[in-house]
């Protein structure tokens, strides 16, 4: 039988990252693909004694259903940390929590946006979510992505001369995948260019949490006056990737149109990680344990990036992460992209392509992704030091 896939989807490849991950799940693989967290980041004891807890305690309501707003308790506990702790958030905003942070971009896309308008994004950015938004048929425009984040000028050419523009899709923080940080002066002129030409944000946000040098800058969201800033995190990096536990903060309306669309989705997230959420947040010292996964993130940043230094050439350069999870390479033009690749798959290290990541077709050429989140410290220096003889060998 032949099958006709909808318009949406019928192009819709599988996400390059997860293609690459499934050939990187070899014990001897240097696995310097994966965005995951590390295991050792999981508060495995205390989350033992409060599931241990909770079906105790509460065991029928953590099973049952629940409201498609999310946890009351855990909502207000968000609310409140995203106010104190970024300044996030204003009288007329909600919270709404979300199976996982990619939920809450693709329900705020959907509920926006219509099939054919546009949505902004840096170039390159999260194939998650650009996947997220090609699957609600929007239309994808890049902006190009510099050292302290998105040229302005080509942002407001990019709002200016794309047709039904509704969204400008933007991770500010720790940039996935460039690890890039968007300055305070540019946050500024983005939330007043979007302001200017009445185009929504949508500010992705979590890695926020993990910055281990240099000062915090405030989200996009926090000079959110005008009611035009969709912010979205998540727990995956704080507690557990695999609980799938993450929210929006954004104006009451779009988050009541926002909880409609996931009624029709999968009704509620799920009720027990929620609760577990709330009560490490309220009953443990989540401050502290935040402190833990950004030396240990920290820690080895600095391992990958002084064997980057160490071996690679000068012909390469690198970013230089301040937080989050990633380090962006760059080739010269000379080195075929694919070529690399496949060669250091070869030779046991795998990485991800910055095709990948592109928005635009002719975009990343040249770039590459590493994580320094999962391998081992050995692995760090071992990986790093095969990949700049891959390179040499080329």
Known sequence: MTYTFSDNFKELAPSAIREIL??????????????????ASFPLREMRQICG?????????????GATEGYTPLRLAVTERQRARFGVGRDFDDTLITSGGQQALELACRVLCNPGDTMLSED??????????????????????ERDGMNLEALEKAMTENPRVRLLYTIPTFHNPTGITTSFAKRQGIYELAKKHGVLILEDNPYGELRFSG???????????????????????????????????????????????????????????????????????????????KALYGGKAALMTDAFDTYM?????????????????????????????????????????????????????????????TPTDEQLVQGMRILSEVIADM
């Open 22 to 39: 499934k050939s990187a799940s070899a014990p001897d693989i240097i696995a310097f693909s994966a965005g995951n967290p590390n295991a």
């Open 124 to 145: 390159p950015s999260f194939i998650g979510a650009l996947n997220a938004f090609r699957g609600a048929g929007v239309r994808l425009a890049g902006v190009p992505l």
């Open 215 to 293: 000062e915090d800058i405030p989200p996009i969201k926090a000079l959110d006056e005008d009611g035009i800033v969709i912010y979205c995190s998540s727990f995956s990096k704080l507690l557990s990737a695999g609980m799938r536990v993450g929210f929006a903060i954004a104006p009451r309306p779009i988050v009541a149109k926002m909880t409609v669309c996931k009624q029709t989705e999968d009704v509620h997230s799920n009720l027990f990680f929620q609760i577990l959420c709330h009560r490490f947040m309220t009953e443990h010292d989540f401050d502290g344990h935040i402190a833990s996964i």
């Open 53 to 65: 807890d909770i079906f105790e305690q509460s065991g029928a309501k953590a099973l049952q259903y």
């Open 313 to 373: 050439p000068p012909s390469v350069s690198r970013t230089r992460p301040q937080g989050g999870l990633f380090l962006w390479c760059s080739l010269p033009e000379s080195i075929d992209l694919p070529t690399f690749c496949a060669e250091a798959l070869r030779r046991k290290v795998a990485v991800v392509p910055g095709t990948a990541f592109s928005v635009e077709q002719d975009s990343c050429r040249h770039d590459f992704r590493v994580t320094y989140a």
